[in-house]
């Protein structure tokens, strides 16, 4: 019984997740979330107590389960390229890979009461932390460039959480790949060879 109740609400996560990604937040009825699913109104209800908990549960699920990857990849004993690679090719793929979850943390956050908006927010912080101490242990190192981590670490999450502007995933590009691809940029930029200053422009004359 209790495996059934969390298939169905597994399915019911996935049917809300897209509904709220097609029409929004506020475009979305729990009657609209009931037709979809092919259930009455009222038996929704058995799985969360309102829409905003709905929403709730819906990013807190995902965001700890992201949480709970990092921390696992941010406790291995290995050095900290490694770690970076693994944390990389994790978000990248993760994120990319559930458009309509990764729209709704963009765009219906604040669509949270600011109680259990905090509660999303402080997950969000303990994986920016995970990677911006990467980046200052590998400036530790005299690895990386005098950047700030947090400007290097915000810089990787842009680039992750545009994907849900243009990135198909059933498009000719995994996410898997996308994440490989990202890393490439991130950790090498885009030339073959180093350019610099001037350099960059030189191929034009």
Known sequence: ??????LKQEQLFNTAAALFAEKGYHGTSINDLAQAMGLQKGSLYHYF???EELLFMLLDEYISAALLEIEK??????DAVEKLRLFM????SFYAGDRDRLVLLINDIDKLSEALRLKIIEKERRYTKALTDIFSQLQAAGIMKKIPPAVAAFAFFGMVHYTCKWFQQDGPVSAEALGEMFLEIF?????????TGGDVNAGEN
């Open 1 to 6: 019984m209790k495996e059934k109740f969390i």
């Open 187 to 195: 950790t090498n930029g885009v030339f073959v060879n180093p350019v």
């Open 89 to 92: 090719l994790f978000y990248s």
């Open 73 to 78: 990849i941010c406790a291995l004993n290995v």
């Open 49 to 51: 107590k309102s829409k």
